[in-house]
């Protein structure tokens, strides 16, 4: 009976540490996340690296697990983007210019003022330990939550799939990420 026990508790806490969340680049990042009153699941994660720099831990949070990128920037349902900074510090204008590139992959015409207004949103530099939250959910916009404040929120489906497009769009500067964050 004693050797019941001692499996069924040994098999309790192995299972039990895969839930509590994946470690990237030596950060933990959730298994959950609320969007609104929705709980959302990790769906993959991975390292934004420049050249050798690992910039950030970075996971991709949906309803339901999928690995089909389109359904993913398409879908009018809530998700989210979680990035936890591991370098010492990134300019704002580095990000900037980093969420510039990513738009730029996209036609994001209808969408300048929209684009303008999410990156007024970063005016510090995001340092190590930093967790940035960007969150849709429908019929109320993307969020951008930076350590837990909010900054913004701004409405549009259309700004919606731009913002994930950045990772997971058909032409991302960030293929390797791309595929982590699909679970792939």
Known sequence: MRKVIFLIL???????????????GGKELPDKM???????SINGAGLRK???IKVYACALYLMENCKDEKKIIEADEPMAVKMHFIYKAVNPSKLIEAWNTGFSKSDTSNIK?????FNSYFTQDAVKNDIYDIVYVPEVGTSVYMNN??????????????VFSIWLGE???????????LGL
């Open 171 to 181: 032409q991302t500067e960030l293929p390797k990420l791309k595929k982590a964050m």
């Open 113 to 117: 003022k929209e684009i303008d207004v």
């Open 10 to 24: 040994l098999f309790t806490f192995t299972f039990s540490s895969f839930c509590w969340g994946l470690k990237i």
């Open 149 to 162: 404040e909010l900054k913004g929120t701004i409405a549009g489906f259309e700004f919606k799939k731009a």
């Open 34 to 40: 609320k969007a609104g009153e929705n709980e959302l």
């Open 50 to 52: 420049k050249l050798v």
